[in-house]
């Protein structure tokens, strides 16, 4: 079962004292070959293939995600499919809010090496070589961290005016949100653990403000 930072009784609880909630959930795994070792210049076709793959028959979401997804008054996804197959699943009956200051920061791929090495590795090459300063072509760390600020912005406009609000995100860029969240005085964990089917939960006071949110957009 996919592991949970913050519990359904919790949750329930907080209805009954005025406290509003935003959930940020990890999408579901793909089922794309993680383990066979690719060339570095195989990175972006790797990428496009895991991007265009259907979600992993295994491991299912907890009862507890499902349950927070049905129940909330919003759900809201990426565009990408990982993303929008696991809020179906989720919440077969709900039509999500796709947004795409919702997707992932995208990984630079343009590597010329030939050596061979699992994606998972390539990728958390890129990663950190991104983090760093290396683009590349795609969204800079720096457009992701604005980005992340938009998203967390329109998260908190939909909990205020609508209630609970579940994302079905991703590892990366809900870690972003989940900075931004907590800069505007949500309370919740400082990273949301980035396992497939993970969530945590961020709370507020209902009718508070610091003020922060509005700068936020």
């Known amino acids: 079962m996919a592991g949970v930072q913050g519990s359904w009784s919790s949750v329930v609880a907080a209805r009954d004292i005025g406290v509003i909630r ?3 959930a990890r999408h579901g795994r793909p089922a794309w070959d ?3 070792p690719i060339p570095g210049h195989a990175l972006g076709d790797w990428l496009r ?3 265009n793959a259907p979600l992993d028959a295994s491991p299912r979401p907890s009862v507890e995600l499902e349950r ?3 129940t909330a008054q919003r759900l809201v996804t990426s565009p990408l499919r990982r993303a929008r197959d696991s809020a179906q699943l989720l919440a077969p009956a709900t ?3 796709i947004d795409p200051c919702f997707r992932e920061a995208e990984l630079p791929s343009a590597i010329r090496s030939g050596l061979r090495l699992r994606p998972e590795m390539w990728a958390w090459l890129a990663r950190s070589a991104w983090f760093c300063g290396w683009s590349a072509g795609v969204e800079s ?3 992701a961290r604005e980005r992340a600020s938009k998203a967390a912005s329109l998260l908190i406009a939909q909990a205020e005016t609508g209630g609970a609000v579940v994302l079905v995100g991703h590892g990366l860029m809900n870690i972003l949100i989940a900075q931004r969240l907590r800069d505007a005085g949500w309370r919740g964990p400082r990273f949301p653990s980035p396992k497939h089917w993970t969530f945590g939960v961020y709370e507020r006071a209902e009718g508070w403000s610091d003020g922060r949110t509005a700068e936020m957009a």
Do not use: D, H
Request: aromatic share 6%; hydrophobic share 50%; net charge positive.
């Open 22 to 24: 935003i959930v940020l």
């Open 141 to 143: 760390f720096k457009a």
């Open 34 to 36: 993680s383990r066979t």
């Open 49 to 51: 293939g895991e991007a």
């Open 68 to 70: 927070l997804s049905r």
């Open 95 to 97: 039509v999500p809010l």
